[in-house]
């Protein structure tokens, strides 16, 4: 399974030749579907258009216009930019991983056990546990009945992207209520030391509050993450700018 993952930022310049102004922007971007394989992107646009991109996989500039064309094969003659493009890739190699992980080992998924309508089944009872904010995505969820895991009546979707990294899931159970017996849903999860187990109470209905525990930490990470694209982007500004001009 892989992370699919891209992170971004814009920075605009304004070249005032005569009259009519450029609008130019360009995209520093850390794309990456697995923490081996990740790609560094510069691109420089102006009025939107492509005119220049640096990919890391190729390892030097190009150009998509004749005169970026020439203007790319100029800058990759200059081995100082070129060596500073290197940088820029070991640092999305190295710090967005890092980034990722330490915002996964404190982001535990919240869980929420709720009864829902069994119209349909064979059983009068339906449960459904679902987790929310998973990262990384692998992730167990098992329903016990009196500690023991039940096999048959459970389904279960797959683990549904967020669209921001995070995964989410609902594992269903149809069941027959019985007297005594405690129904319970297990999540495992790299960022649990073990099994947790959410035991379903029948006298209460309110148990999905715990889903906004965990966005603290999520906020956390988002904005270490921006500072430092922040930090990372006034570094090569004054560079972009020469290569456009
Ligand atoms: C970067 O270059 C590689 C190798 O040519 C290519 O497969 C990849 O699609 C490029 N990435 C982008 C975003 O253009
Ligand atoms: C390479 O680029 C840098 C930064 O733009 C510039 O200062 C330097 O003069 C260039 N070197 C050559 C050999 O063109």
Redesign the pocket.
């Known amino acids: 399974m892989h992370i699919h993952c891209f992170c971004s930022l814009l920075f605009l310049l304004l070249t005032s030749s005569r009259a009519d102004a450029l609008f130019g922007h360009g995209v520093f971007r850390c794309q990456f579907t697995s923490t081996e394989d990740i790609v560094y992107l510069l691109q420089l646009y102006v009025n939107k258009l492509l005119l220049i991109e640096y990919n890391s996989t190729l390892g030097k500039y190009a150009g998509y216009t004749e005169k970026a064309k020439k203007i790319a094969d100029a800058i990759n003659l200059?081995s100082?930019?070129l060596r500073q493009e290197k940088k820029n890739e070991m640092k999305c190699k190295t710090q967005f991983p890092l980034l990722l992980e330490s915002m996964g080992s404190h982001l535990e998924p919240s869980v929420s056990l709720r009864s829902v309508d069994a119209a349909g089944s064979k059983h009068p009872g339906m449960l459904v546990c679902s987790v929310y904010y998973i990262y990384p995505k692998p992730i167990r969820v098992t329903w016990l009945r009196n500690g023991k895991e039940v096999i048959s009546d459970v389904t279960s979707t797959e683990e549904l992207s967020n669209g921001n990294w995070l995964y989410q899931i609902h594992c269903y159970l149809e069941f027959t209520p019985t007297p005594g017996e405690k129904i319970s849903c297990m999540v495992e999860h790299a960022s649990l030391k073990e099994p947790k187990l959410y035991d379903w109470d029948p006298t209460s209905e309110s148990q999905n509050n715990k889903i906004a525990v965990g966005t603290s930490g999520l906020l956390l990470g988002l904005v270490f993450f921006v500072a430092g694209l922040i930090s990372y982007k006034k570094n090569h500004f004054g560079?972009v700018l020469?290569a456009t001009s």
């Open positions: 200059n100082s930019i560079r020469v």
